[in-house]
């Protein structure tokens, strides 16, 4: 494709849309950038910066068009202690140290790992951070004024029902500006989003961080940047995905990997902290109908224009209405379905789905829940597997020869009942092991066939092992060491 018809489809293919889509992401950014900014414990504006530069950098760099990233609680969560101990000058170089990881991170291709995460894992981070949404707005939902809940039901309302009479407008974007309007004009008693924390006033400035240039400060910063480029790219693919699949379109996870990593050392030059994609204000530029990088852009632009140009009029904004669009965006995140597939399913899969949503609310950390999911759909997979693995054998005529058929997977988990199944104290002068319709796997199945073949020498008996296809016999010649010298006392242990 030329760079012609790329910038067509990926900048100008959806102009409207993804403007408007833009700038409702912008107006959703500023309090969940300074709540962010309070969770690590800096100041408002670094929070601000960050969602700035990132999203605009991201823009261009990304792999995934129409997806948003900046700052997210998932790091600034990580940066809390650091921030304590140090100040917010390692925050910086934190940062910077952290993108460069996932550059490097994206240059190995492991953006390939996804194919590791299953349709059950990802259905389970998705409802458990529709639920963490949700239970983000709960400040603003406890203890307000009754005006505030009146205020949130008509946001929800102008959401819903705004689209029945066109879909021009992004319903969000509308909620945003009525209810704006009738605080105002009614002098309706709610939080603003002024309340939250001062808003920046001037641009960013391109500075280097503070901080001595030796390895007492990268053994500070390391397991920090560590922490945060792991869980960025984590929730930066696991979105990607999910945008791929809400847009019906591919992106390309390494090249996002790469973009995360430039965007968050862009992010840390101009004094803003780290961040990642963010499924909540992905999922509310799709649903508003942005589409391209134009969306992605616009949002970290209008955002900058939102601060420098018009942070008073901001200010004004009240909480309910942003509150709406989050509970909006929860719901529309939050996979139904799956709660009547929990009695369709397999129960392995649906224990995999409870335990991501169970690990991700109770811990608040997104990278655990996945980790918790794929460890646990690799175990199902494994003893699966292994259930469906066969040996059996036929006693020849005259007594004095076994041949063994094994069939289907040889590898950890069925190791043990490959050993099992062969009687190594018959008396016998031969045996032979069929092995052609089975696959070995890895060194623990290579380490049985081994074993099998020297037990089976020890007492005697010639063996003759048949049948294997290509790759077993790849795998058997490299790690194999029952026809080397000394292989009896190597693996029996004698």
Sequence with gaps: MTFIETLRRDWLSNVRGDVLAGIVVALALIPEAIGFSIIAGVDPKVGLYASVVIAIVISFAGGRPAMISAATAATAVLFGTLVREH?????????????VLQI???WLRVGNIMRFVSRSVMTGFVNALAILIFMAQLPELLGVTWESYVMIAAGLAVIYLFPRLTRAIPSPLVCIVVL?????????????VGDLGELPNALPMLLFPQIPLNLETLWIILPTSIA??????LESLLTA?????????????NRESVGQGIANIASGFFGGMAGCAMIGQSVINVKSGGRGRLSTFTAGAFLLFLLLVLGDIVGLIPMPALVAIMIMVSIGTFSWGSLNDLRKHPRRSSLVMLATVITVVGTHNLALGVGVGVLMSGIFFAWKVSQIFRVSSVLTA??????????????FASAEDFLEAMDFKEKLERVRIDVSK????????VNAVDMA???FRREGVVVELVGMNDASATIMDELAVHDQPGAMAKVLGH
């Design 87 to 99: 100040g917010l000058q390692y925050l910086l170089a934190a940062t910077i140290l952290a993108g």
């Design 241 to 253: 995905s999910i945008v791929d699949q809400m847009t019906d379109t591919k992106s390309d996870k």
């Design 438 to 445: 089975a696959h070995i796997w890895d060194l623990t199945g």
């Design 398 to 411: 005259d007594g004095r020869a076994r041949d063994y058929l094994v069939e289907g997977q040889l590898f």
């Design 104 to 106: 490097a991170a994206g």
């Design 228 to 233: 945060v480029a792991a869980v960025g790219l």
């Design 453 to 455: 073949v020297l037990k």
């Design 180 to 192: 704006t309007v009738a605080g105002l004009l009614l002098g309706i008693d709610t939080r603003t």
